[in-house]
Structure formats: C-alpha cells, structure tokens
C-alpha cells in the first residue's frame, strides 16, 4: 500500500508562496488518484485539489481557485500544491490523500492519508 509524507509547509506572510510535496513510497502512485485537504484549529477537515491518475483531471475547491495549483510527476511519486497570495484564512495542517481508482477523473472519498505538515499564515 502507498505510504504519504508531506513536507513544505512553514511560516509564510500573507502574500506569500509555499509549495508542499508528497512523497509516496510503496507502489507507484499512477494508479491512485491523489488530493490535498486542510484542517484548520477548530474546523473540519476539507478538500483542497484533487488530481486524477494522469493529471489530466483536476479540481479545486473555490475558495483557493486562481492561487493554488495542483500538480504530479508519477514517474517520481510525487504530488505538488503550490500556493501562492496566501492568507492568514490559509493556516492549517495540510494533509496528502491517495484512492485507488480505475478511471482517470478525481476521486470523491480517500483511504490513504499523510500525518500533514502545516501552514502558518501571518498577517
């Protein structure tokens, strides 16, 4: 089974950028649609991006369209999130999410999750 650590996070400005990772270990993550969430103190946790097996599917949550990006490079085992014009709304515990899936669109519920790294947003 795919294995998850994120790294990237830190303490940013607001307006500034971060770029998180994903490393997978185990199986080769081309077969497992991937996604981004945060938790945020207080908050349930929520759906950032999600990106199908290929990279072709994608899908944002409409509160980060137009600041956050969603990218992989299968052939390293890799998810990226990057943000950028980040605010203090955007801390939160950032976690990567894998789900096995035979189609080549986003998935809708994940079984596979990192232990997050965080993001912390000062005004």
């Known amino acids: 089974q795919v294995q998850l650590v994120e790294s990237g996070g830190g303490l940013v400005q607001a307006g500034g950028s971060l770029r998180l990772s994903c490393a997978a270990s185990g199986p080769t993550i081309s077969s497992y649609a991937m996604g981004w969430f945060r938790q945020a103190p207080g908050k349930e946790r929520e759906i950032v991006a999600a990106?199908?097996?290929?990279?072709?599917?994608?899908s944002y949550a409409d509160y980060v369209k137009g600041r956050i990006a969603i990218s992989r490079d299968n052939a390293k085992n890799m998810v990226y999130l990057q943000m950028n014009s980040l605010t203090p709304d955007d801390t939160a515990v950032y976690f990567c999410a894998a789900s096995y899936v035979l189609h080549d669109g986003v998935a809708h519920t994940y079984n596979i999750w990192g232990q997050g790294t965080q993001v912390t947003v000062s005004s």
């Open positions: 990106i199908g097996r290929s990279g072709h599917s994608l």
